[in-house]
Structures are given as structure tokens and as C-alpha cells.
């Protein structure tokens, strides 16, 4: 049974671009591309990635890598591996497997079940945020990471090397020559670093590990690494990050990076109410103190910190983007909006005077709707939309709002899937008196 399961987990990355399951197989339940080799297609079963979950409407949304879908849960839905509903919100993008029947149009779970990997590898083999700490300070131990190639490049942990798991044939020739040598994969706490650890046990290495949080704990309490050809490529196509320099004034006038923003070590604390309010926006810093001013954004709860592990001389050298003259002295983070949202500065205009060939749709419950309205507005609970959405319009770009953005969200994609113009409310939205607030 260990060794089936062994080659069957090998397989996982061979389909890494296979089309899913749910566009070769009729009437079978939709399945994502990576679980298309351990798993055979069923009707009336899906297994994906949780992308969200709407408590208020019951309704779930589930990413399959190919498109996404809803599906609804009642209060019989059997749960399996989580505590209860709203423990489910804990595991997003991690992988689910949601028995359903189809009721009226709508998907309706009988069975929630988390995809635990974990289950087959010994606890000794998984260690904690602390453990981990504590054994890669060994200059013995291998630190791999077994995300994508650009993932890597965004963000890892100081002294961990690239090996992407859907790669690993590719990469395996990275693993250390002494198969007694201590290793420890990460990725982002799903199935990636299992996946990682079973091929390289079936190899022969005696001691393999995987840290279950991943770079996403890590990045909660500990700073990382960025590439210097992410940056580079950041700076030259304009994506939103935060770079710091820490030199001298005097220094800095003399060269600097493109786009760097010039703030003294000593003078972090005085400044700090300029830096972003979004604490997951990447905050890059070089030059002098860079991993105590690194350390320091940690603390200030910015989840997205990294350190540029090469000097200004060898960024210069390498032919990267650099300015010399005065560099900026003020912080402008902005962050892009995604594909489909609306700014909340938009949103407030059109719900302050609707034009004609828009329609604002609430997407929460009755009662929410109810308690918060905004003139003008319609109210479609998520779970009815797909319903009523044939009824509306088509003349009109629908606007979906609710008070997070996760409905609205979702509510965009069934809207979508049917050919309808609309956008959504990315954004906590607040109605008071009338009145409308956009977080």
C-alpha cells in the first residue's frame, strides 16, 4: 500500500499542465489538474483548492485551476478533518474533496472533506516554526523549497535553495550526493513539501523533513530573501512593492536603485507612519542594517519583508536599474487592483449617483441588505444568483457588492461564466444612514 501510494504521489507533477478532469469527463464532478492521477473522476464529486468561504450565504467557492465554481453547504453537510464550518476558512488553497448533489441549478454539499497529506508521513518527520529554527541553524541540514520558480524568487527563507516539487525529475540532481544528509523541504503547508519528502525517501535519503507551516508562517514572524532578478523585474514593469535604502543621504546621491525610497536606519521609528496601512505589501531593504531594519518591519507586523542579499556596488555591476541624485525621501504604495474589482473610490461615486447603464447588486443575505441598503441598489443573495441573473438587464454592467468582497467575488465568477459584463467591490464596505464607506 506505501509503495502504490509512493508512485502514485510521483505521478502528481507529471499533470501539473494536464487540463482538469472536468473538461474530459461529461458528467463528472470538475477536478483539478494535480489531482488527476491519484484520483479517478465521480459524478457527484469535486476536488480542488478552497478559494473562499461565505459563511453568511452557505456557499463555497472552489478553484480548479482550469475555472472556478460554487457550491453550498447546509447545516447536515458532513465535515471531515476540520473542526467545523468555520474552520474551513483556515484551509484556503488548501485541497478539498466536496461530495454534492444538484438540486434547482445549485450544487449542494453532502460531504466537506479536507485533503490531508500529512496523515501519511510520522510526526517526527514534521516539524514546527521553532524546530525548524532550531535545525537548520546546522550547517549540515538542506533547506529546500519546493514552490514555483518565481514564487522562490519573490520571497524565501535566508540559506534555502530551489526545488520546485512539479519539477522534481528535473531538479532532483540539487539533493545532496550523501543520502544520511539531514533535509527539510517547505512550501506554502500543503502538498507540495509531502509530495517533495515521499520521492526523496523513495530515493533512499534516511533523513527527510518538511516544515508544515511553510513560507506563509515563516513570513508572519521571520523576514526573507528576494531574488535580484525579481526586483529587477518588479522595478522595470512597475509592480507595487516598497524599497528601502538605508544608506547616508550623502552615499545614496551617489547611486542608488531605481525606485528606492532613502530612509536612514536611525530614522525607521520617525517614519514608520508612512509606510503602507496593507500589511501584506512587500517591503524590500538593502544596504546598511538591513536585517535589523528587516527584523524591525516584522515586528510591525508587515507580512511581506525581505532583504536584497547583494550591496548596491554588485546590483550596479550586474547592469540593474540605478539613479543617481537625491532618491525619494516619501513612500507611494499602490496597490494594483484586481482583475474584475472596482477601486473603492469608484464604487462610492456610483453608489452616490448610479449612471444608467450600471446596476448595483447586493449579494448578501435578506436581513444584511436589509439593516445596510444602498439607493438603488437590488438585493441577489449569492446562493439564488446564477437563478436570477437570466432575468436582469443585459444592457447593464452589474456591480456586485457585499460587506468583505468574498461574495462579490464569487458572484463575479458565476456572472462571468454566463457572459455577463460586471465587476465587483474588492473591499470591507460600510453603509451608514445612507451614507456608503469603502475600507
Not at 136 to 156: E, I
Not at 223 to 250: C, E, F, N, Q
Not at 294 to 312: E, H, N, Q, S, T
Not at 378 to 393: C, E, F, K, S, V
Amino acid at each position: 500500500m506505501r509503495k502504490l501510494l509512493i508512485v502514485m504521489c510521483c505521478l502528481i507533477s507529471a499533470l501539473a499542465f494536464a487540463p482538469s478532469v472536468s473538461a474530459l469527463a461529461g458528467n463528472m464532478g470538475p477536478m483539478a489538474k494535480l489531482c488527476t492521477f491519484c484520483h479517478q473522476a465521480k459524478k457527484g464529486v469535486m476536488r480542488g483548492f478552497l478559494e473562499n468561504i461565505a459563511l453568511e450565504s452557505s456557499t463555497i467557492q472552489m478553484d480548479f485551476m482550469s475555472h472556478k465554481d460554487i457550491v453550498k453547504f447546509k447545516k447536515d453537510t458532513k465535515l471531515k478533518h476540520v473542526r467545523d464550518v468555520e474552520d474551513i476558512a483556515n484551509y484556503r488553497n488548501k485541497g478539498f474533496r466536496i461530495s454534492y448533489i444538484e438540486k434547482d441549478g445549485d450544487k449542494i454539499a453532502t460531504e466537506i472533506s479536507r485533503f490531508d497529506i500529512l496523515r501519511v508521513l510520522k510526526e517526527s518527520e514534521k516539524l514546527d516554526r521553532d524546530k525548524f529554527k532550531e535545525l537548520r541553524n546546522d550547517p549540515n541540514v538542506k533547506v529546500f523549497d519546493v514552490r514555483p520558480p518565481m514564487k522562490y524568487k519573490m520571497g524565501h527563507i535566508p540559506g534555502a535553495d530551489l526545488l520546485p516539487a512539479p519539477a522534481f525529475k528535473k531538479f532532483v540532481n540539487k539533493l545532496p550526493k550523501d543520502k544520511s544528509t539531514p533535509i527539510v523541504f517547505y512550501g506554502v503547508g500543503g502538498c507540495l513539501s509531502p509530495d517533495a519528502s515521499i520521492k526523496t525517501k523513495a530515493l533512499g535519503y534516511k533523513d527527510v523533513r518538511i516544515y508544515t507551516g511553510g513560507f506563509p508562517d515563516w513570513s508572519k514572524n521571520e523576514y526573507g530573501l528576494v531574488a535580484p532578478d525579481w526586483l529587477k523585474m518588479a522595478i522595470t514593469k512597475d509592480m507595487p512593492h516598497v524599497l528601502i535604502d538605508l544608506r547616508t543621504a550623502s552615499v545614496i546621491k551617489k547611486g542608488h536603485i531605481k525606485g528606492a525610497v532613502g530612509i536612514e536606519y536611525n530614522k525607521l521609528d520617525s517614519q514608520r507612519s508612512q509606510f503602507p496601512d496593507k500589511k501584506n505589501a512587500p517591503i524590500i531593504f538593502y544596504g546598511d542594517h538591513s536585517k535589523k531594519a528587516a527584523a524591525k518591519a516584522v515586528k510591525w507586523g508587515y507580512r511581506a519583508v525581505r532583504i536584497l542579499p547583494m550591496d548596491f556596488q554588485k546590483w550596479q555591476k550586474a547592469g540593474n536599474p540605478v539613479r543617481k541624485g537625491e532618491a525619494k525621501t516619501v513612500i507611494a504604495y499602490v496597490q494594483k487592483t484586481p482583475e474584475g474589482a472596482i477601486s473603492g473610490e469608484e464604487f462610492e461615486k456610483i453608489a452616490a449617483r448610479t449612471p444608467e447603464n450600471m446596476l448595483l447588486v447586493d449579494v448578501r443575505n435578506p436581513d444584511e441588505f436589509r439593516s445596510q441598503t444602498i439607493q438603488g441598489a437590488i438585493n441577489i443573495p449569492l446562493g439564488r444568483l446564477a437563478q436570477r441573473l437570466g432575468d436582469l438587464d443585459k444592457s447593464k454592467e452589474l456591480i456586485f457588492y457585499c460587506n468583505t468582497g468574498i461574495r462579490a467575488e464569487m458572484s463575479r465568477n458565476i456572472a462571468s461564466k454566463m457572459g455577463i459584463k460586471n465587476r465587483y467591490l474588492n473591499s470591507s464596505l460600510i453603509v451608514k444612514h445612507g451614507n456608503v464607506m469603502v475600507e
